[in-house]
Every structure is written in C-alpha cells, then in structure tokens.
C-alpha cells in the first residue's frame, strides 16, 4: 500500500480496505528501516491522528485527505511540535500555531507523519546543508536529492509518504523533484499562504506539493490554495479549478521555446531529453512557438542578490536571545548576538547573509539591490509579453541528473544548478516539474513547464498528458 498515491489511497481508506492507522503505521516503520536520512522527526502524535480520522470516516467523514499520511518540510509550523528549519538555532523550537497550509491538510482529514529534512533555512541544492545530517538520493545513495525540499521529495520517492510538501524559492521544489523523479509544483506567488512559514526571501517564496503524480498533485494545490487573512500577499478572489483540464489533449496548445535557452541546453546532460520533449508535443498536436526572453541571462546573478537581501532581513530576528539557541559562552548582549550566530548558523547561511548585507550596504545598495530589482521588473514584463503569443514555457529543470554528494563543493557550482529555475521565481509565475526520462546514470530526468501567472490549470493539463503518453517515445 506504501507505494499508492494519495487518491488510490483515500480511496482505499474510503471503501474500507485498509485503515489510516495501518497505512500510518507502515510508513512510521519504513522511516525507521530508512537509511536515507529523508527525515527528521516522526510526530509522536500521528498514529492518534490516524485513529481519530479513522472514527471520523466510520461516521460519513469525507475530507478531500480523509485518513492520508503526508510529510511537511522542516520550515512549517504545526502548533505544539517542533520546527527547526534545518537549523541549530531552531533546534529546540516548538511552534506556538499552525500555518496556514499545515492546518489545510488537517481541515481535510491529513495525517500530518513527520517533518522532512531541508538545507538550513532553504538554502542549498542538494539537502548536504542541513543543521542535522545529510539526505541521500534514494535512487542512488552517493548522490544528493537535490535541495532544499530534498527530504520531502525522497520520502515520496521512497514511499514514505503518500505526499509531501515542500517549500521553493529558487526551485526548492522543482529541482528535487525532478532528481528524485516526481512531480513539484511551485505555484504561482500568492497562490498559497506563507502564514507560518520559516522565510527565506519573502517575496519569492511558496509552499507546494510534491507527488507521484500528476493528479494527486492538483487535488493538494486545490487543498493548499486560497486568500488568507494572515497573509496579505495571498490572492483575493481566486478561482481554483486545478483538475479541470486533465486529460485533455495537447491540441491546439503553443508552447513557448526561449532560444536562450536553446542554447544554453547545447553540451548538458539534459540536451537530448529537452529535444525529445520538444518532438513529443508536436507529435501530439502542440504548436512551438519561439519566444524572447531577453534578460534571462541575468536571473540568475539577480536572483543571488534579492535572495540573500531579504535573506539577511528574517534572519536578523534569530539573534539568541528571544525563541532561538543561545550560546553558554556569551556574558554580555553583544556575545550573545555574536556568539550565538557564530555558533548556530551554517556556513551556507552565514555566506548568504554577509552577501545580503553587503548589497544592502550604503554605498552599495542602488549599484546591486535596486539594479537587481529593475531586472527581475523587466524579466516580469518580458515573461507577460512571451505569454501572448504562448500558453505554456518548456525549459528542463535541470541541467541533468542527480550530482554526486560533494560534488557542488563550490558554492558557485551549487548556484548555477538553479540556472532553468529561478526566473519562475523571479517573475511570480507557477511552474511545474515531471519526470521525463533517465539519464546516463539510470537516474531521473525531470522536465518543467511555466504559464501565466494563476494559470497552474494549463500546467495540469500539459503535465498530465505527457505523464500519460510518454511511454510513446523511444528511451523516455
């Protein structure tokens, strides 16, 4: 039953196959058995959640999650359990409410299982960066998950969980998605509350789902999406009609090809599955359609300076003396700060916030923050422009499989990782990653799609259908 998706599984829970207890239970003992490092914490409380949904159901119960085990990131409060960001200073933390998207999946009958491990505070590519301990690619236990959702999508991947959630910034959700070889969708900006949520970068961030397919992937967005009065930047008024267009043909869809992107694709790994994709959606009666994008070159330098800025900004709050870890070394006020930082934060986390501060700094910030903010304006408008004469953007995920753990010493080579999904991000729009194929090394290929901003139907749709038919094509 481990490896059902969460609709076969409700629905199995549903008619009376299995309980939600002994499903729970299995996963509880294959996190233990699990040599991946996927996960950080069991709650000790999910078997009496489990029992409580199953009483519920016997009574007529029917929530859209009745009864199914899911995983949450790191970086997502449930009231009364811990939530540390992958991060020592958070160590100790027990959250004081439930966010947003947390208290979704429980309005719908979620057995919330267990907290996924994460790099320290979302920054990273690979889950290497972590406060706690590595996770390893459950495909291939030399090589990273990709990051920083990287426990969530190896839980998935390794059946320990029927779903999982995780958190993008960058490509957060995306990229291990695509390493681990299953479906992650970022939704568009304010589609989904960041309410309790451990920020990053405010103004990039977003909660999504992260399945084993395409349908049980819009069933959770369905679930996660919607205005909430704790989080002004959430949408009003949004129609959220995810599932309407699955299994629907690719006729007449244009898919928009960034010639950018062309050719930064010549020479990597992914070249080949990016072509095979790109005959595939005209074999099934998709236009493509060229499409300028042409600051694109510079999202990712301009990511690498808005990120860290804000990133420098909610970290400011950790400082040892309120919520988080404090230094037993520190006698006065200023070591407390010092000591406490120094001790507590990462070296990912402490590089980020030392370039945060430094574009913020006077002198610097018009040369590199207010520069960086002009260009993703412009990438924004480039990207509306682009979707007039398309309906969705192929580009791949990443530029190939899974790397080997290590193997991004360089933090710069870790950066340019992000390279096809940043400018989702950037500019706000939904983007979702499916698997496509295996690479050189047997291991999963992802491929990812971005539409128009609140059109994550389109992405569905498209996401769906090649789900369904790429059998069709020779080495996918």
Do not use: W
């Not at 009483?55 to 995983?71: H, M, N, S």
């Not at 479906?183 to 989904?192: A, E, W």
């Not at 992937?217 to 919607?226: H, K, Q, R």
Request: with cysteine.
């Amino acid at each position: 039953m481990r490896e059902l998706g969460v609709i076969e599984l409700r629905e199995k829970i549903k008619a009376g196959e299995i309980r939600s207890v002994d499903i729970t239970q299995e996963y509880i003992q294959a996190i233990k058995q699990s040599k991946t490092n996927a996960i950080i914490e069991i709650f000790a409380d999910a078997i009496e959640q489990a029992q409580e949904i199953d009483k519920k159901i016997q009574q007529g119960y029917t929530g859209k999650l009745a009864g199914v085990p899911i995983i949450i990131k790191d970086n997502i409060l449930v009231e009364g359990k811990h939530a540390s960001a992958g991060s020592l200073f958070l160590k100790d933390y027990i959250a004081q409410y439930t966010s947003t998207v947390a208290q979704k999946l429980l309005d719908e009958g979620a057995v919330i299982l267990a907290r996924a491990n994460m790099d320290e505070f979302a920054m990273g590519s690979g889950t290497e960066h972590s406060a706690y301990f590595k996770t390893y690619n459950p495909l291939d236990t030399t090589r990273v998950p990709g990051g920083s959702s990287g426990g969530s999508a190896a839980a998935v991947i390794e059946n320990l969980c029927a779903a999982a959630l995780g958190t993008d910034t960058g490509g957060s959700i995306r990229q291990p998605s695509s390493y681990c070889g299953v479906v992650g969708m970022k939704p568009t900006y304010g589609r989904v509350s960041r309410y309790g949520v451990v920020a990053f970068a405010s103004s990039l961030d977003q909660v999504g789902p992260i399945t084993k397919n395409v349908q049980d992937n819009a069933l959770l967005l369905e679930v996660l999406s919607g205005t909430d009065i704790h989080d002004e930047t959430t949408a009003r008024n949004q129609v959220i009609d995810f599932s309407s267009r699955i299994g629907k043909s690719l006729q007449g869809l244009k898919v928009g090809i960034v010639q950018s992107v062309d050719a930064m694709v010549q020479g990597l790994d992914v070249e080949s599955h990016y072509e095979k994709m790109k005959e595939f959606l005209q074999q099934h009666g998709a236009t493509l359609v060229d499409v300028q994008i042409p600051h694109l070159q510079l999202v990712l330098p301009a990511y690498y300076i808005i990120a860290p800025a804000e990133a420098a900004s909610n970290l400011a709050r950790f400082d040892g003396v309120k919520y988080t870890s404090r230094s037993q070394s520190a006698q006065t006020l200023n070591e407390i700060y010092t000591l406490s930082r120094t001790e507590f934060f990462g070296d990912e986390v402490k590089r980020r916030i030392m370039l945060g501060n430094y574009v913020l700094s006077s002198g610097y910030f018009d040369a590199y923050y207010n520069k960086a903010r002009s260009v993703q304006a412009q990438l924004r408008e480039e990207y509306i422009k682009a979707f007039q004469s398309c309906d969705v953007i192929l580009m791949p995920t990443a530029k190939g499989e899974a790397y080997k753990i290590g193997g991004k010493a360089n933090p710069l080579d870790a950066y340019k990782e992000d390279i096809f999904t940043v400018s989702a991000n950037i500019a706000g729009l939904p983007a979702i990653s499916i698997p496509f194929g295996v690479g050189n090394h047997k291991l999963p290929i992802g491929m990812q799609f971005l539409a128009p901003h609140f059109e994550e139907k389109t992405l569905y749709q498209v996401a769906s259908y090649v789900e369904k038919h790429k059998e069709d094509i020779h080495g996918v």
